[in-house]
């Protein structure tokens, strides 16, 4: 199975930008970059316009488990690590805040496009139906129309990335390894 690193080197390898990587976004909860939560899943998503600049969006967690939804991947702050945690559900954010914007923030549009806050050029956009991959090295986004693409690829990378491996416990040089293994 390819890991999170081999699905950002597929998307790379198709000229994805960034590689599907989701910038500045990490694992709050169960734990803090927990090595053993892995989230991966199809995207829905909530866009809020009406979000007061340095203001934390609010997901009410119970509810979201309840539905059956798999994790949370907040392009803002999140807060009550306590609740998540107990949830036991991943979620993924940008940062934590003892704030909320509950009184200010009002869902404007579900299931539709949104893009990623920052200066990204280009914008980095997601999509309802892309595959959310998320674990504590970070989340990856890969849009529907490239996942057999990438899985194709991954399946490639993990071979290599195998033979890679072996080379270097018999002493090989990385720069070696690679050229021979990793075209």
């Given at each position: 199975?390819a ?9 790379l390898?198709?000229?994805?930008p ?11 909860s ?6 053993n939560?892995?989230l ?20 009410s967690?119970?509810?979201t488990?309840?539905?059956?939804a ?14 998540l945690?107990d ?47 998320a ?22 990378y ?8 072996e ?9 070696k390894?690679?050229a021979?293994?990793?075209?």
């Amino acid at each position: 199975m390819a890991n999170i690193t081999t699905v950002a080197d597929a998307l790379l390898k198709i000229n994805n930008p960034y590689g599907g990587f989701l910038p500045d976004i990490v694992m709050f909860s169960p734990e803090y970059l927990d090595r053993n939560s892995k989230l991966i899943g199809p995207v829905f998503t909530v866009k809020a316009d009406a979000v007061p600049a340095n203001s934390v969006v609010f997901v009410s967690a119970p509810p979201t488990k309840i539905r059956g939804a798999k994790g949370v991947v907040v392009d803002g702050r999140v807060r009550d690590l306590e609740e998540l945690r107990d949830d036991k559900l991943p979620v993924f954010a940008k940062a934590v805040s003892v704030l909320s914007a509950k009184a200010f923030t009002r869902p404007t549009s579900f299931n539709e496009s949104v893009i990623l806050n920052g200066n990204y050029d280009p914008q980095i956009r997601i999509n309802p139906g892309d595959i959310i991959i998320a674990d504590l090295n970070g989340v990856v986004c890969i849009p529907q129309q490239d996942l057999d693409r990438v899985l194709e690829l991954c399946e490639k990378y993990v071979a290599m990335d195998q033979k890679v491996k072996e080379e270097l416990l018999k002493g090989t040089t990385i720069e070696k390894s690679f050229a021979l293994h990793r075209k």
